[in-house]
């Protein structure tokens, strides 16, 4: 087993509640780099309602791939005020670093938000929509009525 899988076994995400047109999602936090580079690896999948948040903290591009995952997901990508700006939706997951997609972010994204895969069609997700991130730590963001009307 590699180290990776062993450090699966162990990490502890904290959790935290997101919504999107009034649908919550319980998201894990990756708010440390072993636990934005570990993700959802070695995963056996997520519900509906389940998913990961990467919080960088600050905004700039970050691709994201699927190595070693299991199963494929939505990647959105939020700026600081939690406005999608990209999505990608059924992402496949990969097992060999040489033939691994990148998926890749603008430049302006703060969070990824990782959904089961065909969440973000379900859901209506498009860019210019807002994720609403009550209690993600480091959210820098402003809310405005307007902004909650739009999702």
């Not at 999107?20 to 998201?27: D, P, V």
């Not at 070695?42 to 519900?47: A, D, F, S, T």
């Not at 807002?130 to 909650?148: A, E, M, Q, S, V």
């Amino acid at each position: 087993m590699c180290l990776t899988a062993i450090f699966f076994k162990t990490v502890r995400f904290r959790k935290a509640e997101a919504s999107f047109k009034g649908k919550a999602f319980r998201l894990d936090i990756a708010d440390s780099f072993p636990k934005k580079m570990l993700g959802l690896m070695y995963r056996e999948g997520i519900k509906p309602d389940e998913g990961m948040i990467f919080n960088f903290g600050r905004t700039g591009r970050y691709d994201i791939w699927m190595l070693n995952m299991k199963f494929p997901i939505d990647i959105i990508w939020l700026d600081k005020d939690a406005n999608i700006i990209k999505i990608a939706a059924d992402a496949q997951p990969c097992h060999s670093m040489l033939s691994c997609k990148a998926y890749a972010s603008p430049g302006n994204a703060m969070y990824v938000v990782e959904l089961a895969s065909g969440t973000a069609k379900a859901g209506g997700m498009a860019e210019g929509s807002r994720f609403i991130l009550p209690n993600i730590k480091g959210f820098h963001g402003k809310y405005t009525t307007d902004n909650h009307a739009r999702g």
